[in-house]
């Protein structure tokens, strides 16, 4: 198995990776613009609301100073245009690290972060591998920087682990099925799993970050599908209607994060904006979307479209003009969504944030190349948007500067 340093070489990572977070090793695999941990031995903790109440603690070694003094917790107000870039867990637990991100937020026209509280691996962040995140947030606060948690939500090895009657089953064996990578799946009509969620989110907002980001909220699509059985959703032998138990989810938190006036945004793929036939089989659903969250983050890299899409055999090489396609497109269901539920177009059109590509798929990905997204997006009305790059290794120049 590789050592981490297939991900991030420098000796500080591993270095407090192995001081905080107990693991042995880690496989890193970059698919798809995304990261895929396998762990070993597992360590790890996962937020305490999994097995009893959520954690109200806010670690007290941190979050107090040397007079005892109480941390008072402010929030920044979403920005008209959200420009935002990742921060893995491993980088914000890196002081050395993740400064130079705050540097290019700063020197940019970047206004906000979106920072792992739990990635794919099930993993919280303040619970290892950013153990001050407390004061980070303080700190980027402090330069008025937007504050996101992201939240991984219906693929968690480590939920799996401790509940594995919550998770997608093998028909063959009857035990826990498993992805193309060996990563078992929460069932996502799983209410325990959602009440989790929400409780995260809850934590992540009390802690100070500014708004939440859910991810992986869908259910599973690579490996043996027809292999699969949902315990719950799939109670009774009935057919699983993917998109109305995903759209019940959706209803679900944001109906409850909203309460406590929380923002709340959903990542999608950007592909069911073009086809339908992918619906069904992730339950992602962008007109569900529309109506429920607050901000809609279509994943529109053009490294994973198609063959063939607008006419392109190699969409990764045309960014400029699959931003446009497939954004035309979403914006012809925005206005669906604002004339069925009688909001007017600019409010609906307004939610969208987009997931670019700075990543190298399908090409070696140049400033003029991200840069062709975000100008596509602009031509279009599009003003907010957030760059991937699971390295988080972003392209300065594509960036104007502040």
């Known amino acids: ?225 027809a292999d699969m059985s949902f315990p719950i959703s799939g109670k009774g032998g009935v057919h699983v209607n993917k998109p109305a138990i995903i759209s019940d989810f959706y209803h679900y938190i944001t109906d409850s994060l909203r309460k406590d006036g929380i923002p709340v945004s959903g990542d999608l793929f950007g592909i069911i904006m073009v086809t339908k036939v992918d619906i069904a089989v992730l339950g992602q659903d962008m007109h569900a979307a529309l109506q429920t969250f607050d901000y809609v983050a279509p994943m529109i890299y053009p490294s994973h479209f198609y063959p063939g899409t607008a006419g392109y055999q190699k969409p990764a090489q045309h960014p400029g003009e699959i931003i446009t396609y497939s954004m035309k497109l979403g914006i012809e269901i925005a206005d669906e969504v604002a004339s069925s539920t009688g909001q007017s177009t600019s409010t609906i059109r307004a939610k969208y944030r987009p997931w670019y590509q700075d990543f190298d798929m399908g090409g070696v990905y140049t400033a003029e190349m991200v840069r062709a997204q975000i100008s596509a997006g602009e031509r279009l009305g599009i003003k907010s948007w957030m760059l991937w790059d699971p390295s988080n290794k972003y392209t300065q120049t594509a960036l104007k500067a502040q």
């Open 1 to 225: 198995m590789k050592i981490i340093g297939a991900f991030i070489t420098l000796v500080s990572l591993v270095f407090f990776w192995i001081m905080y977070s107990g693991y042995q090793h880690v496989s890193i695999v970059k698919n798809f613009g995304t990261e895929e941990y396998v762990l070993a031995e597992e360590k790890a903790t996962t937020s305490s609301s999994i097995v009893g109440s959520v954690s109200k603690k806010e670690n007290n070694s941190k979050s107090v100073n040397a007079t005892t003094t109480p941390r008072i917790v402010t929030h920044i107000k979403t920005p008209e245009h959200v420009k935002a870039v990742y921060m893995s867990s491993w980088v914000a637990g890196s002081p050395s690290i993740r400064s130079r991100l705050v540097k290019l937020i700063e020197d940019t026209e970047l206004n906000a972060v979106v920072i792992d509280v739990k990635d794919n691996t099930g993993v919280i962040t303040w619970d290892g591998r950013a153990r001050d995140i407390n004061e980070f947030i303080d700190e980027l606060h402090s330069k008025n920087i937007y504050v996101i948690a992201r939240v991984s939500a219906f693929q968690d090895p480590l939920y799996v682990k401790l509940h594995p009657e919550e998770a997608v089953l093998s028909k063959k064996t009857g035990g826990v099925w498993k992805d193309h990578k060996g990563i078992p799946w929460v069932d996502s009509g799983s209410r325990k799993m959602w009440r989790y969620i929400e409780d995260l989110s809850k934590e992540s907002y009390a802690r100070g970050f500014d708004e939440v980001n859910l991810d992986y909220i869908r259910f599973p699509t690579d490996g043996a599908l």
